[in-house]
């Protein structure tokens, strides 16, 4: 009898201090919301844009009162572009009990390398930028992203570069890295299919400050367009302030990391000027809904690129889910996912309703196509392919 005295009486200590079987965890013990990218480094500008956005959704979230009374926490999880640090801060997210959902990696090589982590303790991420489509093929439940995937911007900017621009000659050249890679794949595949046979490809150094190697080679050819696949602004900067140093007059047409105000245009000091790029995101200054986060950006951090107003978006969905999660006291991991993967419709400021598909990824997805005049950036299309 003296034993199950005390085996009843344990069994009622475990209750008392773990909740009964299947209760989340009381929402006053903490909320806290992690931010996973590139906030040092090479791609630092658009990562900072990224992380500052995340903090003013959630200081508008607190602002208001938080959730259920308690403040969410923003943490900062640095991977400076790299997949072995992006697993170092996977781990270290996954290991707080109090964290309930990550924005990020915006970066496809980060997000493929801590997928396996993030989704083994099921916590939510919400990239703002990784576009490979596997990311989206193995199977995981906890990985959504409010940008389009490399196999829509691919023959979104094919198509652009054959039939508006009508280009007959195209020199690909990128950097060896897994969006990079992907993306210059996609595009030369769509290409080719509307007839673009003139087509000469090369890697590039991330990081390199003299191309002339290369771009002999681009100019002897006497093309109509260079496309470069690279993840960061400066790297798009050096290449076409080279290119016209080198009397190199073809239209310069670069991914989405170019999309930066001071690393590419300023930095390319005039070089820039009628270049071409594609982004995941749209001109958010013609969006009236967005007018209030934008005034809020610009008056504490400076000038707007593009990179920030997905994570705005981003950021205030989860804490959307956080709350439905937390509306009975309790929060689970696996509610806060389940609320995310049910996002439809939801009208923020991207200028478009963001729903999820089966798999996490965004639905209607476009890429919007920029050219540089003056010191901005001039949306000239939105295209979805052919």
Known sequence: MKKFIVLGLCACFLVFF??????????????????????????????????????????????????????????????????????????KFCADKTMYGVIGPPMSNVAEATLRIYGGCNL???????????????????????????????????????????????????????????YADQVVATLKRLGVTRMWRDTIVAGAKDFSPVLTKVKAQG????????????????????????????IYFGSEGARDLK????????????????????DIYKIPEAAGYVKSYESKYGSLSGFGPPAYEATKILLAAMEKAAADGDITRQEVMKFVAGTKDYKGILGFPVSF?????????????FKVVGKGFKLVKVAKGE
């Open 18 to 91: 773990t909740g009964a079987p299947g209760q989340g965890a009381d929402v006053s013990t903490g909320l806290k919301i992690g931010a996973a990218g590139p906030f040092t480094g090479a791609a630092a500008a658009p990562g900072m844009e990224i992380f500052n956005s995340i903090k003013i959704a959630i200081d508008e979230k607190n602002a208001a009162g938080g959730i259920k009374g308690v403040r969410v926490k923003l943490v900062m999880g640095d991977d400076a572009g790299d997949a072995a640090q992006g697993v170092n801060v996977a781990e």
């Open 124 to 182: 939510t991420c919400i990239t703002t930028a990784a576009s490979k489509p596997a990311l989206t093929e193995k199977g995981y439940k906890h990985f959504f992203r409010v940008n389009a995937r490399d196999d829509a911007h691919g023959p979104a900017v094919g198509t652009f570069i054959a039939r508006d621009l009508g280009v007959k000659s195209v020199y690909v050249l990128n950097t060896k890295d897994t969006y990079s890679q992907g």
């Open 223 to 250: 093309l109509d367009l260079v496309l470069v696949g690279a993840k960061a602004a400066p790297d798009h900067a050096v290449m076409v302030r080279q290119m016209r140093e080198l009397g190199i007059k073809a």
């Open 263 to 282: 690393d590419f245009i300023e930095a390319a000091e005039g070089a820039a000027e009628g270049a071409y790029l594609n982004h995941f995101a749209p």
């Open 357 to 369: 598909d089966s798999k996490g990824d965004l639905k209607g997805g476009a890429t919007y196509i």
